[in-house]
């Protein structure tokens, strides 16, 4: 997952529940919506290293926090771990597609890679490539 997708989230997170939220609440709402389906996020996030009692996930939501707090969508004077929007803020959140989305297009491009990846024959790969992607699609004219 991308650092942008943790900034989206966040923002979508905080505009759902009224602009402002504990950290560890938004941890868990993550976890919750993203981590709980099979159980796999659990291990790969422990496998990408804990920070003592933090997760990987739960690191990578406060520097997605952080940068949201320099580019003034989030406070900066928050009392400690409350995340609350900015006027800017909430306006962003309210212009943001659905997660969902990002994550599925992500997850459709590192599936299409991989596919892409198997095949050692430049021809095949070629036609693969625009069979996938018809010319229009890939800007070409």
């Known amino acids: 997952m991308q650092r942008e997708h943790y900034k989206n989230f966040i923002m979508k997170t905080l505009l759902g529940n009224g602009g402002n939220m504990a950290r560890q609440e938004v941890i868990i709402k993550f976890e919750d919506k993203f981590l709980h389906g ?4 659990y291990l790969r996030g422990k496998e990408l290293g804990d920070r003592g009692t933090d997760t990987y996930w739960g690191n990578e939501l406060s520097f997605a926090r952080n940068e949201l707090k320099d ?50 024959d430049p021809d095949l790969r070629k036609k693969v490539i625009e069979v996938m992607f018809p010319s229009n699609e890939r800007g070409v004219a």
């Open 38 to 41: 099979d159980g796999r996020g």
């Open 71 to 120: 580019d003034g969508l989030l406070k900066s004077n928050s009392p400690n771990g409350l995340w609350e929007l900015t006027r800017e803020g909430e306006k962003a959140a309210q212009e943001l597609p659905p997660e969902d989305c990002l994550l599925y297009r992500e997850h459709m491009l590192r599936g299409i890679s991989k596919a892409l990846s198997g095949i050692t």
